[in-house]
């Protein structure tokens, strides 16, 4: 047994000292620059575009069997920007000899390319500057032997610019680095992205950086990336502030045979949003999922929140917190929010909405509630200046329920609910955008069919001498000039410029400029602000 190991031992040095004496003498009598002519007669054959090999060829047989390659550049088709298509300063790829000889093992050194330029564009016509390089079929991979490691991939120093001719875009990734870990069938490998942003329209640059652990099943058509981590700053006189800032954390998985991508404990970060003196501090998280097929995306669980702070606010920062899920399905044109909610301190808000028409005319269903809160004093926190109440205890408690349905030039509440300071408003209210052109129906359109019990307007009017007819003049006239209004508001006991009535209804009309409010019972409230009998 002893000799029969010695004896394989001796072979299979022999063969070792037999493969290293054929590396030395190819390395020796073959020389690679030799063939860069058929080389780039053979691209040119291929692809119709020149390929220009201006640095020296290496080769290395053993222990590695290598191709080092100096600076090189593929041109570019007629009729695009940039003349060359692409171009590198050096790449390196190396496979150990012996493991690929006796084991059928293919074992990689670490892939370097530094100073890769690539220049894409699309002109007029829609046609791609790389059209044609990638052969049909080549999505299939060639047979590799059993087993197969990559010490990793580096590419150091890249550039890529894109020029599209068609929506008039450009775009630079400068300074672009990419490296990774060992690539192993079925391992994880750790991977580091970073590169410099650069658009023309609009105008912004900026960073970005990215980590993440990749593991790809080519088998399976699948590949996750966990622990993403990525950040991002932009500049640009477009964004709030000048500035933007974000970080982006999730898990994400890609079925390329399902064409679908999903997003799990997904976490988005945006600090310091300005806007003028108020300061906003937004994160969104939950999960997140796109089918290409279906061109559907759906965002489930997603929470958001807010904190607003600066000079306006009183009573230091303002949290608001919401969420809602959403479903996007770009195949029926429709999107729908449910579990909709939004809570600012007493303001606690929530419903649920349908779209449909989307890309085309959308159209709104759905309902909204919010349940009572103290606007006067929601107002006053938020910074704005609240006008003064004939009763300075108005505008303290209101609530809303309705049901929503509208589009681009309407929006309908009907049925319509709202509680103001323990009074309860039933009916419809209609919005409608202005017909253009001159006069009242230029501006925006109201219409309302409303019904209360017990409503006290003076309350709401700005504080005067108590006077009829001053409180009448302090109507909001001229606001309601610039409307198309019309409607009417029957009340069972209203109290008005200081008349009290019964079982009133007010018939409300603006036209030419001039406001009417007709009540039955003979009471008329004329532009001028005089109140006298309507003859009715």
Not at 145 to 150: M, S
Not at 232 to 257: E, F, I, N
Not at 370 to 382: K, Q, S, T
Request: neutral net charge.
């Amino acid at each position: 047994m002893k000799k029969i190991l010695r004896l394989l031992a001796l072979v299979a040095g022999g063969l070792v000292l037999l493969a290293a004496a054929i590396a030395v003498a190819v390395a020796l009598l073959v020389d690679p620059n030799d063939f860069k002519g058929t080389l780039e007669a053979r691209v040119r054959a291929a692809t119709g575009r020149e390929l220009r090999i201006e640095g020296p060829i290496s080769l290395s047989f053993f222990p590695w069997l290598g191709l080092s390659l100096g600076p090189t550049e593929l041109g570019n088709l007629p009729g695009f920007p940039t003349p060359v298509l692409a171009r590198l300063e050096h790449t390196r790829i190396r496979v150990r000899l012996l493991p690929l000889l006796f084991e059928q093992r293919l074992e990689m050194d670490t892939v370097t390319v530094r100073g890769l330029s690539l220049n894409l564009a699309r002109d007029a016509a829609g046609r791609t500057d790389w059209a044609g390089l990638v052969p049909a079929g080549a999505g299939q991979a060639p047979g590799l032997p059993g087993a197969l490691a990559v010490g990793g991939v580096q590419i150091q120093g890249a550039t890529i610019r894109w020029d599209d001719a068609v929506s008039g875009s450009h775009l630079v990734l400068d300074r672009l680095d990419l490296g990774t870990g060992k690539l192993l069938p079925g391992e994880p490998t750790a991977v580091h992205l970073a590169f410099d942003l650069s658009a023309r329209e609009p105008r912004v640059t900026g960073r970005v950086e990215a980590d993440a652990r990749v593991q790809p099943d080519p088998g399976a058509q699948r590949w996750s990336a966990r622990d993403l981590h990525a950040s991002v700053a932009l500049q640009g006189t477009s964004l709030p502030g000048g500035r933007l800032r974000l970080s982006l954390a999730a898990d994400v998985s890609c079925d390329l045979a399902a064409h679908t991508v999903a997003a799990t404990r997904l976490r988005l970060d945006v600090p310091r949003i300005t806007a003028g003196a108020l300061q906003a501090d937004v994160n969104l998280q939950g999960r997140a999922g796109v089918d290409l097929d279906k061109q559907a995306l759906a965002l489930q669980q997603m929470r958001i929140g807010v904190e607003l702070s600066g000079a306006p606010l009183s009573g230091g920062p303002l949290a608001v917190e919401g969420g809602a899920d959403v479903l996007v399905d770009l195949g029926t044109r429709s999107a729908t929010v449910s579990a909709l909610r939004v809570q600012a301190e007493q303001l606690h808000a929530s419903g649920g909405f349908r779209v449909s028409g989307l890309l085309s005319r959308p159209e709104v269903t759905g309902e909204l509630r919010v349940v009572a809160f103290d606007p006067h004093g929601l107002l006053g926190r938020l910074g704005f200046s609240v006008p003064a109440t004939a009763d300075p205890n108005a505008l303290r408690s209101v609530s809303f329920d309705a049901a929503v349905n509208g589009g681009p030039e309407m929006l309908r509440l009907d049925p319509l609910k709202l509680g103001v300071d323990g009074a309860t408003i039933d009916g419809m209210l209609l919005f409608a955008r202005g017909a253009g052109g001159a006069g009242p129906a230029a501006g925006p359109s109201v219409r309302f069919d409303l019904s209360a019990g017990t409503l006290d307007l003076d309350r709401y009017l700005p504080p005067s001498s108590g006077a009829p007819a001053a409180a009448a003049g302090a109507l909001p006239l001229d606001a309601l000039r610039a409307l198309d209004l019309g409607g009417r508001l029957r009340v069972s006991a209203l109290v008005l410029a200081g008349i009290h009535m019964s079982d009133v209804e007010l018939r409300v009309k603006s036209q030419d400029g001039r406001v009417q409010v007709l009540a039955g019972g003979g009471v008329r409230a004329g532009a001028d602000g005089g109140v006298g009998s309507n003859g009715e």
